[in-house]
C-alpha cells in the first residue's frame, strides 16, 4: 500500500506554487474562485489572459463575463463574500456587499473594439493603481512561451500620479475571432489602504435579460498566468513567517527525539515496541517539518516548488500521519503493553482506520498541487473534511471500548484497585485525545477565520503547539516506569497489604497475573494427597470475589 502512494507521490502533477497556470475548460459556472492572497504595500498581481473564448451560440444580449476583486482583512470575511456573491451575478451586489472594497473587471466582447471597463468600489479602492501592456499579435502557436516572459519582465504602460487612473483596458481578439480574445493588466498595491486580503473571481452572468427559456449556463474556456507576489517575496503575507516557524519547530521535535531515546537507554524498566514506534513518530514528524519549510523557502524567493523538496515532504507527510494513527490506535487498545494480541473488532478498526486516514492524507496533498479554480477543488476538500472527521472518530473507539472493560473489571475480577488506576490513566488519555481532536480541527479553523490576514502564521503556531504538548503528555503517562499503572503487573486487591512479597515472575505482560504465592495460609497452593483427608476442597469457603478456594496442607510447591 506504501509503495502505491509513492508512485502516485511521484507521479503526481505539481502545480507552481504562487505562480498560477491557470487551465479551465467547458466550465459555466456563475463564479469562479482564481486565486486568494495578502498583499502587503509594494505587492502586485499580474494577471496575464492568454486565451478566452465562451460558447457564441448561447449569447445573449445580456451576457455579462468578466472579473472581480474584493479585499477583506481576514479570511472569514473573505469567505463571506465568496458565498454571498456566488448566489447572483457577482457584477449586481447589495448595498452590504458594496460597503467592502472591490473592484470590477466588465469584458465588453460586442463592440468593434473590446474592452474591460473598470468599475472601483469603496474609499480603499478609489485610487487603486491599475496597468496593462498593449501587446503585439503574436503566434497562437507560442503565445503561452511569449506572454510568459512578458509577465515576469513586463514593459507596462505607467502612469503618473497626476494623470487619470486607467478605467479600461483594450483586449485583442485572437485569429480575427469574434469571441475568442486575449489581455493583461496589473493590479499595484500602492498604499497601506489598500493592502488585504484579495481575492479574485471570474463571474459568467449569462442571458440577464433574454427570456426564461432562453436562459443557459455559458461554457467558458480560460488560459491564464497569475503572478502574485509581496516585493522580493511570493508567498501571502500571512505566509511569510512559515519558513523560518516550521525550521524551528523541526529543530524542537528532534531535540524532544533525542531525549526519548535518551530515556529509553537508560530506563531500568521494561520498554515495549511501542515505544520505539513513538521515537520513529517524533523524527519523522520533524523531517516532514524540515521539508516543509524548505518547500516554502522555494515557494518564497522562486514562487514555485523544488519538485524534490515537495516529494519528500510528501513522503514523510504520508509516514507521519499514518504513524500517528497507529500510535494511538495501540495505546487505546493497549497493545505491547497488557495484551500482545488484538481483538476481532479491534483489527476491523484498523483495517478501517488506516486506509481512511490514506484518503485523508492524499486529499490533502489534492488540495496543495490543484488550483482553487479547478472545478474538482472544493469536492476534494469536502472529501478531506469528511474523511478526516471519520479518521478522528476512529481513534476514540478503541479507548472507550478499553475504558468500559476496566469498569467492568474492577467490579467483577476482584482487582478493583489495579483495574481503577488503569481507568484513570485511560480517562485522561481520552480527554487528551478529545481536546487535541478539538484544538486541532475547530480552534484552529477559527483562529483562522478571526485573526487578521498578516498574522494566518499564528494558526501554524497553534497546531504545532497543540500537537507538541500532546506528544509530551503521551510520552509522560506511558513512558517505561515500573510505578506507571497502565504498565505495571496487576496484584490482588487483598494481597495489597504484603505487595512486596509478590515478585513478578516475568517482564512478559501476557503473564502479567503470575506472581509467587503469598506466605499467608489461605492463600498458598500445595501438592494436595490423596491419603490426607485434610487435602479436601471445601466448597462453602467462598472468598469475597466469588472464587472457591482450597484449604491447604503443610507441604507445599
Known sequence: ?????????????????????????????????????????????????????????????????????????????????????????????????????????????????????????????????????????????????????????????????????????????????????????????????????????????????????????????????????????????????????????????????????????????????IHYLMLFLVLTKALSLIFHGVNHHYIASKGRHEEAWAILFYITHVLRGLLLIVAILLVGTGFTFIKHVLSERERKLFIIAIPLQILAIVAQIFLEEKEESDVVYVTWRQICFIVDLLCCGAIIFPIVWSIRHLEQSARTDGKALSSLSKLKIFRQFYVMIVFYIYLTRIVVYIVKLTVPFRFEWLEVIFFELTTFVFFVFTAYKFQPAINNPYLALAQDSDDEIDAEMDIPLTQNPVFEQVTKVNQKPKRTLTKLSPTDPSDLITPDEDDEDGYHHIRLSTSHV
Open 1 to 273: 500500500m506504501f509503495s502505491c502512494l509513492c508512485v502516485f507521490v511521484f507521479l503526481f502533477p505539481f502545480a507552481n506554487g504562487r505562480i498560477h497556470n491557470l487551465n479551465i475548460i467547458d466550465d459555466n459556472r456563475q463564479q469562479i474562485l482564481l486565486s486568494t492572497f495578502g498583499f502587503l504595500r509594494g505587492g502586485t498581481m499580474n494577471f496575464n489572459v492568454t486565451d478566452f473564448t465562451y460558447d457564441k451560440a448561447g449569447v445573449g444580449k445580456g451576457s455579462m463575463f468578466g472579473f472581480s476583486i474584493a479585499k477583506a482583512k481576514t479570511s472569514g470575511i473573505a469567505e463571506y463574500l465568496q458565498s454571498h456573491s456566488s448566489r447572483s451575478c457577482g457584477f449586481y451586489q447589495s448595498e452590504e456587499a458594496n460597503e467592502i472594497p472591490h473592484a470590477y473587471f466588465q469584458i465588453d466582447h460586442k463592440s468593434e473594439k473590446p474592452k474591460i471597463t473598470i468599475i472601483r468600489y469603496s474609499v480603499d479602492f478609489d485610487l487603486l493603481d491599475i496597468e496593462y501592456e498593449t501587446q503585439t499579435n503574436l503566434d497562437p502557436s507560442n503565445t503561452n512561451q511569449t506572454l510568459k516572459s512578458n509577465v515576469t519582465t513586463p514593459s507596462v504602460k505607467k502612469f503618473e500620479k497626476n494623470e487619470t487612473l486607467i478605467n479600461e483596458i483594450p483586449m485583442q481578439r485572437i485569429g480575427g475571432a469574434q469571441h475568442r480574445f486575449r489581455f493583461q493588466f496589473q493590479v499595484i498595491v500602492r498604499r497601506k489602504s489598500e493592502e488585504g486580503l484579495y481575492n479574485l473571481y471570474f463571474h459568467n452572468c449569462f442571458n440577464t435579460t433574454d427570456s426564461h427559456l432562453n436562459q443557459r449556463p455559458l461554457n467558458i474556456n480560460l488560459t491564464a498566468i497569475l503572478i502574485e507576489r509581496n516585493l522580493d517575496n511570493y508567498l501571502s503575507a500571512g505566509e511569510m513567517p512559515l519558513p523560518v516557524l516550521y525550521f524551528t519547530w523541526a529543530v524542537i521535535y528532534f531535540l524532544s527525539g533525542f531525549y526519548w531515546i535518551f530515556v529509553l537507554k537508560t530506563s531500568k524498566h521494561p520498554v515495549y515496541k
